[in-house]
């Protein structure tokens, strides 16, 4: 299969309190065995409209070493219930979208940090592999 035929996967992660304090939680998605992928986008679903104080809750795509080695959502302040945030609203999330084959892709999902927090959405990655 080479990239003029790819397939694109979706992945959805369970609802995630943005405005929580446990930290950040870790998913992991494998691709197809020999196959390379392309990051197509980054979005949250927004469940409960966010407050963020000091600083935003984002959604990284990345490696073990690096984080945020594909991309990096900033979910921001104020974003009401049932919108959705993505690569159109933050227009720098998208830092790298090649994905190496029979690479782990993991995916951070950070809390904000502050006072008064709010906020929980449902995280979806678009990546077409070929």
């Known amino acids: 299969m080479s990239y003029d035929n790819p397939f694109t996967a979706t992945y959805n992660f369970p609802n995630m309190d943005f405005g929580g304090s446990s930290g950040a939680t870790v998913h992991k998605i494998c691709g197809p065995t020999g196959k390379k992928g392309r990051l197509k986008d980054v ?44 690569s159109a609203d933050d227009t720098d999330a998208i830092i790298a979208p090649d994905i190496p084959a029979d690479s782990a892709v993991l995916v951070t999902l950070t809390e904000g940090t502050g006072a008064s927090l709010a906020g929980q959405g449902y995280p979806i990655v678009f990546i077409e592999w070929y």
């Open 43 to 86: 979005a949250v679903v927004i469940s409960e409209a966010t407050v963020f104080a000091s600083t935003l809750g984002h959604v990284q795509i990345g490696s073990s070493s690096d984080a945020d080695a594909y991309a990096k959502l900033n979910i921001p302040t104020a974003s009401a219930n049932h919108a959705v945030i993505n």
